[in-house]
């Protein structure tokens, strides 16, 4: 999915981006509200994070300005201000959402896919991996003829895995995307969503292959 | 929220007694006034009276060998008797010798001039008004002074006096009655726009602090723009701090937000497990310390705002939907059902920021302390004149001889090592529910493990 951050704190921004195309996302930062206009003017977001305080105005200002062109982009609004006087002011602006600096990339990730749940998905949240039709927002595997519920850690698993077939995750790697710092969390949390997801994708061509030493990988038979 | 405020003594009360007094001492003077015009009067007239009767009966004098003449007239004495029914005294003289009448009736000194001359005195008892004339007249050769001395007793006059005193009582006390009444009226009229102004000021919600701008009389104005600046000084210093604590928490989480993010980073590029393991520790520390910046400010938030309550109509149904949609990301996270139960239409009175504050407090501790595939109840109820939002969990509970001293600042259950938190978030929700004239439940779920929060308020 394509999303536009607007974020002036470089470091932040850039983590951000990271995290994101982790998951496969593509986006572009703005630093400023001229730049994040630009943008808005040219291209279509699946989701907009817009940060409140910026050097050229309020975030404020662009989501009032932008409200009625951006009726089918979600807005999650990042602040560092207090949550108790901030929030009422932008959620009441027209944000989807809102999310206080700083945060865990776990939450964000959340807050975005509850916000783009609740949009409503598209096209693009469905991926083809052989006989298997997954999609990511709903959380809803297709294989054959049997349409699964994933859970909410499963489904992330399997995110991950879906981004990047054949691509080996370590445990470690999977673990920092699974669960928050203030989780603590052994590797075998991994193996008990590895062997679930297991189950779901029995009788199709698609296999979570343990590669001993080295990690997991998704692989279409 | 009404502060003590020293009065004394009452601008109508004040102008209703100077008034009052005012006409007393008017009407008592118009009192006196007439009635002593109206003795004057009274005195006058029988003076004139006196002394025609008296100078008829001297007319009648004449001298006839020596011997004095005198016939007393009788339109003399009618005169006197149209007055009224007094007695009449009278006692002629002629040089030193007695003629006629009551010889111990007294005679009145006669100083310089020619007379008559008046006094008052008293004879048998009575008071009598005197008048004593005389006129020379030739026996024998040389003048001799025919005195005549005539007194009549003041009954009548007394009685008519006593009449117009009654009169003069009368209007005297009508004119007080009058003024009273013109007094009330006054005094009510002058203080209404002061009554006015209080009514329209007194009417403000806690965070209406326009000014005033209805018009007042000019001598109120110096007033007005005193309380007009005050309020825009307040209103000023109001909007100040609410800034700062929200400025506040930006300057202290943003360069957090930094720190945090460059942990991450180098987290992800570090292979060797013990320097995970300490960055790790550094990012929850981060966490923690941005947790505790926000809910100070947070609390600073909510003390300032409960200083000055506002009172809206808050359906607790659509708060609690909208804040377990707000968390629902955070539980999902962790594979927490969050469940919704609600019956009846509920709803109270308060601020909306401040209630959504207490909730999402003590929400966001169930989630923290709930163990993850677990769920969190939610359930809004009424009974007893009072609004319910309980929160049930299914984490690890809470030691029993802790329930009341976790609402107090800082402080943690014993059993929660390991958990980010300040120990801010249930003072929190417990100041709002006082502040709302509600109160904070905390204790052990009764049907099974964890802990049941209760936040309650009072029914609109």
Known sequence: MRFLLIEDNLSLARATIDRLSLDGHVVDHAECLADANGFVSTTDYDLILLDIMLPDGDGRSFLKSHRSALESTPVIATTARSEVSDRVGILDLGADDYITKPFDFAELEARCRAVLRRRGGNASNIISLGDVRFDSLSGTLEVGQRTLHLRNRELRLFEIFAAAPEQIFSKPKLLDRLFSYDEDVSENAIEVYVGRLRRHLKGSRAEIVTDRGLGYRLSIK | ?460
């Open chain 2, 1 to 460: 929220m009404s502060a003590e405020v020293h009065s004394r003594g009452s601008i109508r009360r004040r102008l209703m007694l100077q008034l009052l007094l005012g006409a007393a001492v008017l009407a008592i003077a118009l009192f006196f006034i007439v009635q002593s015009l109206a003795r004057q009067l009274a005195e006058e007239s029988q003076d004139n009276i006196l002394a025609a009767a008296v100078s008829a009966i001297l007319d009648t004098t004449s001298v006839r060998d020596g011997e004095i003449q005198l016939d007393l007239p009788y339109s003399a004495f009618s005169m006197l008797s149209n007055i009224s029914n007094d007695r009449v005294f009278y006692s002629v003289r002629f040089g030193d010798d007695f003629v006629t009448g009551y010889n111990d009736l007294p005679t009145v000194p006669k100083d310089d001039g020619f007379g008559p001359w008046f006094d008052t005195a008293t004879y048998q008892g009575d008071e009598v008004r005197i008048v004593t004339a005389e006129r020379r007249l030739a026996s024998r050769g040389k003048p001799l002074a025919v005195e005549v001395t005539l007194a009549q007793t003041r009954d009548g006059q007394r009685d008519q006096l006593r009449w117009i005193s009654q009169i003069a009582a009368a209007l005297g006390s009508g004119f007080f009655i009058s003024v009273a009444v013109l007094a009330a009226l006054t005094a009510r009229s002058s203080i209404s726009p002061i009554l006015r102004l209080t009514k329209s000021v007194s009417r403000r919600g806690p965070k209406d602090l326009r000014p005033v701008a209805a018009p007042v009389p000019h001598e109120m104005a110096p007033l007005v723009a005193a309380l007009n600046s005050f309020m825009d000084r307040l209103k000023n210093s109001l909007t100040r701090s609410e800034e700062f604590i929200a400025d506040a928490a930006h300057r202290v989480r943003t360069p957090l937000a930094t720190v945090r993010t460059q942990a991450e980073i180098t987290y992800r590029r570090v292979e060797k497990d013990e320097n995970r393991a300490s960055i790790r520790e550094m990012i929850r520390a981060i966490d923690e310390s941005s947790r505790a910046a926000g809910q100070l400010l947070d609390h600073a938030m909510v003390t300032f705002r409960t200083d000055h309550l506002e009172q809206e109509v808050i359906d607790l149904n659509s708060l609690a939907d909208e804040m377990i949609e707000r968390l629902h990301p955070m539980a999902e996270l962790r594979e927490i059902e969050l469940v919704l139960v609600q019956q009846n239409a509920v709803s109270t009175v308060g601020d909306t920021i401040l209630l959504q504050s207490a909730l999402r407090n003590v929400l966001d501790n169930a989630i923290k302390y709930s163990p993850a595939d677990s769920t969190v109840t939610l359930c809004v109820s009424l009974d007893a004149g009072m609004a319910h939002l309980t929160t049930t969990d299914c984490g690890i509970g809470l030691p029993e001889e802790d329930a009341e001293s976790l609402k107090s600042r800082f402080a943690r259950g014993a059993n929660v090592e390991g958990v980010i938190g300040s120990g801010l978030g249930l003072t929190i929700a417990d100041e709002v529910a006082r502040a709302h004239g509600g109160y904070l439940t905390i204790a052990n779920n009764s049907k099974g493990p964890g802990a049941c929060v209760t936040l309650s308020f009072p029914l609109q």
